[in-house]
């Protein structure tokens, strides 16, 4: 391991001090004079530069942990292009509509909040946005059906607030929809390395499941998206291809010539993001299959068909969802979630803790899905 920060760090540690007057402090690796540990102290026999905190690098251009001072909340700093600035500059005017206090307290609203932003000095193009630390989605793993359904909704609904509000995504994909699991991990995790703990020392401890600590969901990365004017008559713009490139009308090799609606696109991101990560899996991308979830198969199928004029739209999908819910029993949304990967000691490994859970849930009346308003 080189003991020289990349240039990519490099750019972060010269923000260092500029931060840490706004409130922010970064990792010891990338403060001013920082000096490798495992120079300062070698590790002792067994153990190499690998086993300290401050060996992780950080590969992200536009992306950096933090934590906040005054209470050491941790945070993520994100690099925008300020409005004005350049193509596709609608993020930073979007995510703070979404944040404006009316619009936090709509417990429809699963926009990622944004806790303040940053003029960096001396730079007349980027402007840095403040936002919680969060998980993927499906980290820690779901424990019951319940769990599946209770993001299903939250996510359907999160863009169903976003379209109400003329806002399509436009990568509305599994990258782009994360996990406040700040409850389920009281102890927190690394930022860098979200299975280890804090101090880098030992595993994160998941103290808790989805079911005893319901989370919110948010979709992040409106780096893509766009607000139409109120009144707007057509939505038809210039097609941008966002994480997923399979969606059928941006097959055509002269896409970037062909103008389109972003808002049956949207459904087609969410229902394949359902396909891909629960109903069917993709092994190219190493995603199981979850058993126990077909019943979201029809309703995945009409989301994902090749013509976007046939496609249901959010409001239609969100009554769809709400139905598909209300027809499952108790037993089944208390079932536990396989994954058709899993191994006999990974299924023996679970069985006997999640009926154990189970079990006090059904005796404590626990909500067989999460509440997590």
Not at 164 to 190: Q, W
Not at 340 to 354: A, E, K, M, S, V
């Given at each position: 391991?080189?003991?020289?920060?990349?240039?990519?760090?490099?750019?972060?540690?010269?923000?260092?001090?500029?931060?840490?007057s706004?409130?922010?402090?970064?990792r010891?690796?990338?403060?001013?004079?920082?000096?490798?540990?495992?120079?300062?102290?070698?590790?002792?026999?067994?153990?190499?530069?690998?086993d300290?905190?401050?060996?992780?690098?950080?590969?992200?251009q536009?992306?950096?942990?933090?934590?906040?001072?005054?209470?050491?909340?941790?945070?993520?700093?994100?690099?925008?292009?300020?409005?004005?600035?350049?193509?596709?500059?609608?993020?930073?005017?979007?995510?703070?509509?979404?944040?404006?206090?009316?619009?936090?307290?709509?417990?429809?609203?699963?926009?990622?909040?944004?806790?303040?932003?940053?003029?960096?000095?001396?730079?007349?193009?980027?402007?840095?946005?403040?936002?919680?630390?969060?998980?993927?989605?499906?980290?820690?793993?779901?424990?019951?059906?319940?769990?599946?359904?209770?993001?299903?909704?939250?996510?359907?609904q999160?863009?169903?607030?976003?379209?109400?509000?003329?806002?399509?995504?436009?990568?509305?994909?599994?990258?782009?929809?994360?996990?406040?699991?700040?409850?389920?991990?009281?102890?927190?995790?690394?930022?860098?390395?979200?299975?280890?703990?804090?101090?880098?020392?030992?595993?994160?401890?998941?103290?808790?499941?989805?079911?005893?600590?319901?989370?919110?969901?948010?979709?992040?990365?409106?780096?893509?998206?766009i607000?139409?004017?109120p009144?707007?008559?057509?939505?038809?713009?210039?097609?941008?291809?966002?994480?997923?490139?399979?969606?059928?009308?941006?097959?055509?090799p002269?896409?970037?010539?062909?103008?389109?609606?972003?808002?049956?696109?949207?459904?087609?991101?969410?229902?394949?993001?359902?396909r891909?990560?629960?109903?069917?899996?993709?092994?190219?991308?190493?995603?199981?299959?979850?058993?126990?979830?077909?019943?979201?198969?029809?309703l995945?199928?009409?989301?994902?068909?090749?013509?976007?004029?046939k496609?249901?739209?959010?409001?239609?999908?969100v009554?769809?969802?709400?139905?598909?819910?209300?027809?499952?029993s108790?037993?089944?949304?208390?079932?536990?979630?396989?994954?058709?990967?899993?191994?006999?000691?990974?299924?023996?490994?679970?069985?006997?803790p999640?009926?154990?859970?189970?079990?006090?849930?059904?005796?404590?009346?626990?909500?067989?899905?999460?509440?997590?308003?």
């Amino acid at each position: 391991m080189d003991n020289d920060l990349s240039l990519l760090e490099k750019d972060w540690r010269d923000m260092q001090v500029w931060l840490e007057s706004c409130g922010y402090m970064l990792r010891p690796r990338f403060r001013v004079g920082w000096v490798p540990s495992w120079i300062k102290n070698p590790p002792p026999a067994g153990e190499g530069p690998w086993d300290r905190e401050d060996w992780l690098i950080s590969n992200g251009q536009l992306v950096i942990d933090a934590v906040r001072i005054v209470d050491h909340k941790p945070v993520m700093l994100k690099k925008v292009f300020r409005p004005g600035a350049g193509e596709n500059d609608q993020e930073e005017e979007i995510a703070l509509y979404l944040s404006s206090p009316e619009r936090l307290n709509d417990p429809r609203n699963h926009a990622v909040p944004i806790y303040e932003v940053l003029r960096i000095p001396n730079d007349n193009r980027y402007d840095l946005l403040v936002m919680p630390l969060l998980r993927p989605f499906d980290s820690p793993r779901f424990d019951t059906i319940g769990e599946c359904l209770d993001f299903f909704q939250q996510i359907f609904q999160g863009l169903q607030y976003l379209h109400h509000h003329r806002i399509a995504h436009r990568d509305c994909t599994g990258l782009n929809v994360m996990i406040d699991a700040s409850e389920l991990y009281p102890k927190g995790f690394h930022p860098q390395s979200q299975d280890r703990n804090v101090e880098f020392t030992g595993p994160a401890k998941q103290k808790y499941t989805r079911t005893q600590r319901p989370p919110k969901y948010y979709w992040i990365d409106f780096g893509l998206s766009i607000q139409f004017p109120p009144g707007t008559k057509s939505y038809r713009i210039p097609i941008l291809r966002g994480n997923d490139k399979t969606v059928p009308e941006h097959q055509d090799p002269r896409y970037m010539q062909q103008l389109c609606d972003p808002f049956p696109t949207d459904i087609y991101y969410l229902g394949n993001l359902v396909r891909e990560f629960f109903t069917e899996g993709n092994a190219e991308f190493d995603f199981s299959r979850k058993i126990g979830l077909d019943f979201m198969k029809p309703l995945v199928e009409d989301m994902i068909q090749e013509d976007p004029s046939k496609r249901p739209n959010i409001d239609e999908c969100v009554i769809r969802l709400d139905e598909i819910t209300r027809s499952q029993s108790s037993w089944t949304l208390r079932s536990q979630v396989w994954h058709n990967t899993d191994n006999i000691f990974g299924f023996l490994y679970r069985l006997l803790p999640h009926w154990a859970r189970r079990i006090t849930f059904i005796l404590m009346r626990t909500p067989s899905i999460p509440q997590w308003r």
